[in-house]
């Protein structure tokens, strides 16, 4: 019994008992058919146009991603050669603070200035050994005759 209920329900729509009513759904059918067409015709359109905004903005995040990755490169290799030239410029300086250490000292140069100074014939005065000589002699009559 079940079998028999079970073929009534599918029966072919074009095996129907009332043939009327069947011309008038007819018409309502393709009508909807139809406009089931058109609908479906019309998101096709919108989904190819979103599909083609995002190829284009894949495009341009792809385009972007190359110039970020040029760009960081660009910068990486200056930050390289910052880097190099900060440190042959703290070499450079160790280099020179060793040859600081081995230089007088302003105080140094002003004690050899006066050592200079006290040895230069020109500038300073020296006695010869006659002329010393006959200082002690005149300094001993003078005391000579004070006393």
Not at 22 to 27: E, G, Q
Not at 46 to 52: D, N
Not at 90 to 117: C, G, H, P, W
């Amino acid at each position: 019994m079940a079998l028999e209920d079970f073929q009534k329900q599918i029966q072919s729509p074009f095996q129907t008992k009332q043939p009327v009513q069947d011309k008038a759904l007819m018409p309502e059918l393709v009508k909807r058919m139809n406009e089931n067409a058109r609908r479906l015709h019309l998101l096709e359109q919108k989904i190819e146009r979103v599909e083609s905004g995002m190829r284009g903005l894949d495009e341009t995040v792809l385009t972007q991603l190359a110039d970020l990755k040029l760009g960081l490169e660009k910068i990486s290799n200056k930050l390289a050669d910052i880097s190099d030239r900060l440190a042959t410029t703290e070499n450079e300086t160790a280099r020179l603070n060793m040859r600081l250490d081995k230089a007088a000292t302003k105080s140094e140069v002003k004690q050899l200035e006066t050592f200079i100074d006290l040895i230069n014939p020109i500038t300073s005065k020296f006695v010869t050994k006659d002329e010393l000589d006959r200082a002690l002699e005149d300094e001993a009559a003078k005391m000579k005759k004070r006393v």
